[in-house]
């Protein structure tokens, strides 16, 4: 006698199932990873564009533009960004970019900021750690790539 089945076992369906689940285990981190690391290389790679473009503007200038709140490109540097204005987008890794030109107690310090506002958080730690190790020596109390209130600053020159 000839017996025709239809549909599958319970065992093998428990079997497909915890091969599938194993496959995702191993995949999916990876997957997560790559998608922080493409994150944290946006950010990174926006941030050495500006400071590029903000050093070429001094050097061809001989002064740094002024102080503009975060989100605002200075004016005098409209023309280096041709493509995409960095300022008026969010950072891939949360915050918005500031451009910050400070006299404190005779130093001046020209930074590029990434500010939370009440609207858009600021980067996770975790996202900054990886920022400050794609940018500068992975410390986020030492360097050029530091941690401060309400964000994280890249300081392009100090005098």
Same mark, same amino acid.
């Given at each position: 006698?000839?017996?025709?089945?239809?549909?599958?076992?319970?065992?093998? @369906?428990? =079997?497909?199932? &915890?091969?599938?689940?194993?496959?995702?285990?191993?995949? %999916?981190?990876?997957?997560?990873?790559?998608? *922080?690391?493409?994150?944290?290389?946006?950010?990174?790679?926006?941030?050495?564009?500006?400071?590029?473009?903000?050093?070429?503007?001094?050097?061809?200038?001989?002064?740094?533009?002024?102080?503009?709140?975060?989100?605002?490109?200075?004016?005098?540097?409209?023309?280096?960004?041709?493509?995409?204005?960095?300022? @008026?987008? =969010?950072?891939? &890794?949360?915050?918005?970019?500031?451009?910050?030109?400070? %006299?404190?107690?005779?130093?001046?310090?020209? *930074?590029?900021?990434?500010?939370?506002t009440p609207s858009v958080?600021?980067?996770?730690?975790?996202?900054?750690?990886?920022?400050?190790?794609?940018?500068?020596?992975?410390?986020?109390?030492?360097?050029?790539?530091?941690?401060?209130?309400?964000?994280?600053?890249?300081?392009?020159?100090?005098?």
């Amino acid at each position: 006698m000839i017996r025709i089945r239809n549909g599958f076992a319970m065992v093998e @369906l428990v =079997v497909v199932v &915890v091969a599938i689940g194993i496959l995702a285990a191993l995949f %999916v981190p990876r997957y997560v990873g790559a998608q *922080s690391d493409t994150r944290v290389t946006a950010a990174g790679e926006d941030i050495m564009g500006m400071v590029k473009s903000f050093k070429y503007f001094n050097a061809n200038n001989g002064y740094w533009p002024a102080e503009t709140r975060p989100g605002v490109l200075p004016p005098e540097i409209k023309s280096q960004f041709t493509r995409e204005n960095p300022f @008026l987008k =969010v950072s891939s &890794v949360g915050g918005v970019f500031d451009y910050d030109h400070v %006299v404190f107690d005779g130093t001046r310090t020209i *930074s590029i900021t990434l500010r939370g506002t009440p609207s858009v958080p600021k980067p996770t730690i975790v996202d900054a750690q990886a920022l400050d190790a794609y940018l500068d020596d992975g410390v986020l109390n030492t360097g050029k790539f530091r941690s401060i209130a309400g964000g994280y600053t890249y300081t392009l020159h100090t005098q």
